[in-house]
Each structure stands twice: as C-alpha cells, then as structure tokens.
C-alpha cells in the first residue's frame, strides 16, 4: 500500500470537511447560538490534523486499487468520527457512541436518529446534521477528485470505490472533469428543488433542510413527524418527485443536460426503476383504499411519497407507514433491500443488480431446459461479461450474509422481530426508518451501545457497498508498496 499517499489523500479530505463545516458555523452566529464554540474547536482539530497530513512528501503518486479503497475507506470513517464532535462539544448528544451513530447515519446518508425529539434543538446543529447528508450523498471524496485531481490515472480507483454500483466509469476522460460534471448537476438540482420548496411555503432554512435529505437521500429532518408536519400536497409532491430524480443514475442527467434522450429511453435499468416505483405506488395506494385507510386521492398521494421515499433509500415520511396493512408494509420492505439505480446518491442493493440476479436467474432456468445451449445476459443490448456477473452475484450474497449476522447480533437486545430485521435492513441500505420501535415515528434511541456500533457499521458498509470495509481485514491489504 501507498501508505503516504493515502495519508497525504485523508489529509485532504479532512481539510475539505473542516470547509464544509463553516456554513453551520455561519448559522450558529446568525441565530447567536452558543454552538458556535463547539464548531470552532472541531474546526481546529481538523486542520490540527489534515494540514501536517497534506504536507507529506509522496514520491510515488501512483494510486492502485487496494490505495482507493483505502483512502475511500478511512475517510468515511474520519469524516464520520470528526463529524460527531460537534454533537458531543455542544451538548446536544454527549455521548460519543450515540454522537458517532448520529454522524454516521448523516454522512451514509442513512438518517436514523437516536434523537427523539429534534424541534428544540440548535438550527446550526440541525443544520449540520443535515449538511453531512448532502456531504455524503455525492460524496466529499468525489469534490476532492474535482478540485484537487493530484493523483492521476490511480484517480479511477477513488471513483470506482466511492460510487455505488457495478458499472462506475467516466462521462468525459479526464477524471476531475466528470467528478465537476456529476457534482454541477448535483448542485443544480438541489438549488432547484430549495426554490420549489420556498415557493410551495416552506421557510429557506428548512427548505435547506428538506432538500439537503432530498439530494443525499438521507431523510433528516428538523420536523418530529417529517415531512408529514406540513400537511402540504405540493411539498409532497416537490419532495417525491426529487428523490425520484435523486435515484436515477446521474450519468442519466447528464444526457438529459445534452438531450440525448435516446440514451435515456433506452437505459434498461431506468425503465426497471420505474416499472418498480409506479407499481409498487399503485398496489400499495389500493391497499391502503381497500383496507379504508384513505380515500382514493390520499392513498395515490401517500403511496407515491412513501414508495418514492423507500425505493430510494432517502427515508422522508408522510404517514406512519408501520400502521399501514401488511401488504404495504412487505411491499416497502422488499423496496429498502432493492433501492434505486447504480450512480445515484441511494442505498440498498441496487436496481441493476436486481436486474441482472433475475436474468441470472432465468439463464440457469432456460440452461437446466436445454443443457447443450449458450446464452448469455444481457443489459441494454449489450453483453454483460462473467466477471461483472460473478461480481454481482458476489455482492448479493455478501449483503444477505451481513444482513444475518447483523440481525442475530441486534436480536439479542430483546427487541421484537419486527425491530431487529427491519433496523438492519434500514441500516444497511442507508434509509433510516424502519418498522415497529424504529419506524417512521419512532428512534434508535433505545438500543443498546454494541446495538448502535453493530448498526454505525452497518451503515458505513452498506454506503461503501461492503468491500472497502471488508478489505481492511486482509492482512495483504496492508503489505507495503516502495515510495
């Protein structure tokens, strides 16, 4: 490993978060908040520790693989760590493990809470709570690629591991320049939706708020009852419709941006997510018709936000979904394990790997009925190779192993079933409510310690999509490179 490097790189990152924490200092001091003490101390120990680190000497700026997912890696779990102090300096959480399960959940954008009750607390630390959402939905690694290019072709392997999905590649050649592009189209976006949401009655701060959870589907909110406490069709609207466009891989906006429509049309996994979200959204609105919840119109309205906040991983509500019937309820389940496209800023397992483990599927099937016969897997009219498939099928298999031994190990903090399956499923695919003690109304924050830490590395794997992390137990990954 290239370990000054990679020390040179979270150097960078941690200077880049110490940035991104003057906006809620800003607000602290506008609103006259003590706060403002509790930043300016976490500010002075990232740059305590990031400036020396960016300051060493790297012979070799050559990154591998093994360095990008490193770097990928520890800066999730710095970012996350330096992150929490906030919290802990301010009083607002004074322990560091449930400070630590706040600020991990902003930063996956997860957006379970350990907080019962956020109304009362400081706007600059609800701000903050809700910037790492926006910080991590795109990702602080990639605004490190766009304006700080310093390693090369080894820049690849930082895009490939801080992007989920099987398919990561460049939009323009040089790296730098689609890590400007990805991030122009993430910023524009979110500006939009913030006007639509003040136009729709919504005070800027917390449209701020609101959109920053939207753009990360994170789900943050400075409301107890979410979104819901507005009582508002268009801002229903206005929210479910932008975590529908924040799911969609932003390759797709970017051929939007140049109308390249036919590449849109044609994008198989587009029409899976969207076959997906109107389907799910109209069984779900007759079941909550049929079983006399609401009327036609509220139930389509409902449905929509609630499926469009599930699928996408983001984890706004409209309603407590956990009191909806059971169909609705396995339905939304079923939508946290699948989540939204490769590229976007959701969690779960992604649609293209859903879409090629059902195609896998079906070869094996038409193969067991004629043996003698070659077929092959295809996405978008294109062939997809062994490796692509074996690695699907890898990640598959690798997340449902987690999963299981997650659930076990909460399991033993005697909560019900209900509980203990759906706070996994919540944490490893970054959403943030599930069912029952933690569904929409509800928090994390009655877990045991060893709960929250099991459930903190749930969060940072299932954003990392498994690998980074798990590489970190290799003893080769650690094995020197010369510089």
């Given at each position: 490993m290239n370990r000054k490097a990679v020390l040179r790189a979270l150097g960078i990152v941690l200077v880049c978060e110490a940035g991104f924490m003057l906006p809620s200092l800003f607000v602290a001091f506008h609103y006259r908040e003590g706060e403002s003490a509790a930043f300016l101390t976490t500010l002075f120990l990232l740059l305590s520790v990031g400036l020396p680190l960016t300051r060493i000497r790297v012979r070799i700026r050559e990154l591998?693989?093994?360095?990008?997912?490193?770097?990928?890696?520890?800066?999730?779990?710095?970012?996350?760590?330096?992150?929490?102090?906030?919290?802990?300096?301010?009083?607002?959480?004074?322990?560091l493990v449930d400070a630590l399960f706040e600020s991990m959940s902003g930063f996956t954008t997860t957006g379970a809470s350990i907080l019962p009750v956020v109304e009362g607390l400081p706007r600059s630390i609800l701000f903050w709570r809700s910037f790492t959402h926006w910080i991590g939905g795109m990702g602080v690694l990639m605004l490190t690629l766009a304006i700080l290019p310093l390693f090369g072709a080894g820049s690849l392997h930082i895009l490939r591991a801080e992007s989920p999905g099987p398919s990561t590649g460049k939009l323009v050649p040089k790296i730098g320049q689609t890590a400007k592009i990805l991030y122009g189209l993430y910023v524009g976006l979110t500006l939009a939706e913030i006007i639509a949401l003040k136009i729709a009655g919504m005070s800027w701060f917390d449209a701020l708020i609101h959109a920053f959870g939207t753009a990360g589907t994170g789900g943050f909110s400075n409301r107890n009852a979410s979104v819901g406490a507005y009582g508002s069709l268009a801002i229903n609207l206005i929210i479910g419709v932008f975590m529908f466009l924040f799911g969609m891989n932003f390759t797709l906006h970017y051929q939007i941006t140049r109308r390249n429509w036919r590449f849109v049309l044609k994008d198989e996994e587009l029409r899976f997510y969207v076959a997906m979200v109107a389907g799910a959204t109209l069984f779900i609105a007759a079941d909550l018709w049929v079983n006399s919840l609401f009327s036609p119109g509220p139930a389509l309205e409902h449905a929509f936000f609630q499926v469009s906040s599930i699928t996408t991983t983001t984890g706004f509500a409209t309603a407590d979904f956990h009191g909806w019937p059971v169909f609705s309820k396995v339905t939304l389940l079923v939508l946290m394990i699948v989540g939204p496209c490769a590229g976007s800023t959701g969690g779960g397992m992604k649609s293209i790997r859903v879409l090629m483990a059902l195609k896998i599927i079906r070869r094996e099937l038409v193969k067991m009925k004629h043996p003698q016969s070659v077929h092959t897997v295809r996405i978008g009219g294109r062939n997809v190779d062994d490796e692509t498939l074996g690695g699907v099928t890898a990640f598959i298999l690798f997340y449902l192993v987690l999963m299981v031994l997650a659930i076990f190990l909460v399991a033993m903090d005697s909560h019900d079933l209900e509980t203990a399956f759906s706070s996994v499923v919540a944490c490893l695919s970054n959403i943030g409510p599930g069912l029952s003690v933690v569904g929409p109304m509800g928090n994390y924050s009655g877990f045991h310690p060893l709960s929250k830490v099991v459930l903190s590395l749930c969060m940072v794997i299932g954003r990392l999509e498994i690998f980074p992390i798990l590489l970190l137990a290799m003893p080769s990954f650690w094995r020197r490179v010369s510089i």
């Open positions: 591998y693989a093994r360095d990008g997912f490193a770097i990928v890696a520890f800066g999730w779990l710095s970012m996350a760590f330096f992150g929490a102090l906030p919290f802990v300096f301010s009083g607002t959480i004074p322990g």
